[in-house]
């Protein structure tokens, strides 16, 4: 996968896990990692699948329909990388934070959905519900941010209560922060994501 990496907190520190959205690169959400903490190690990826030449972390079918089976290859892609990058370039795999803006918050949700301990903590900027009917695994510890907007097209508002709704019942502590911009990643947002990560 290409990646951007930047050490800042070193071996034993925190580390933000970037994850941009459809047709965005490892370089788009470089700023809010920044904004969310400055003195942490940065992970910014890029999504390897391309539609209309557009990166993306997986496949969908149409609007708003994954294709589910590529989801799920490419978040064991995805967590297997960061295993494997962990050691390679020397972070604490138990410290990440996922920042996923979209297509980016969709493959992060995923990882939550998938594997137990893949995060520590996630920024979900206009989530959708990755996978429907599934069992999800132990979550308890684990600290979800969901940025939704109450009027986005793209994310209903319903999409980002059942995925607090999923998450908790999973044991996560998930919180919900309301926008009214539609589907954009305002700067709003961004700061309240900063203050819920300070706290």
Same mark, same amino acid.
């Given at each position: 996968?290409?990646?951007i ?38 992970l ?5 699948v ?48 996922a ?13 939550? &959905? ?30 979800? &941010? ?15 209560e ?11 502590n ?9 589907h ?5 947002e ?10």
């Open positions: 996968m290409k990646y990496y930047e050490e800042k907190a070193g071996p034993n520190g925190p580390t933000l896990l970037l994850l941009h959205g459809t047709g965005g690169t490892e370089s788009d959400l470089l700023p809010l990692a920044g904004i969310i903490d400055p003195n942490a190690n940065v910014s990826v890029r999504g390897n391309l539609e209309n030449g557009m990166p993306r972390f997986f496949r969908r079918l149409e609007e708003g329909v994954f294709d589910e089976e590529d989801l799920i290859k490419r978040t064991e892609e995805l967590h297997e990388f960061l295993n494997e990058a962990s050691q390679r370039i020397g972070f604490d795999r138990k410290q990440v934070t920042i996923g803006y979209s297509n980016g918050a969709n493959i992060a949700g995923s990882l939550l &959905f998938h594997y137990k301990n893949s995060l520590q903590k996630a920024i979900l900027h206009h989530p959708l519900v990755p996978r429907k009917g599934i069992e999800l695994p132990d979550l308890t510890g684990t600290e979800v &941010f969901i940025a939704a907007g109450d009027n986005d097209p793209m994310c209903p508002p319903e999409e980002a059942e995925l607090q709704r999923l998450l908790t019942i999973a044991g996560a998930a919180n919900i922060h309301w926008e009214s911009n539609g954009q990643l305002t700067m709003n961004v700061k309240a994501a900063a203050s819920w990560y300070a706290n």
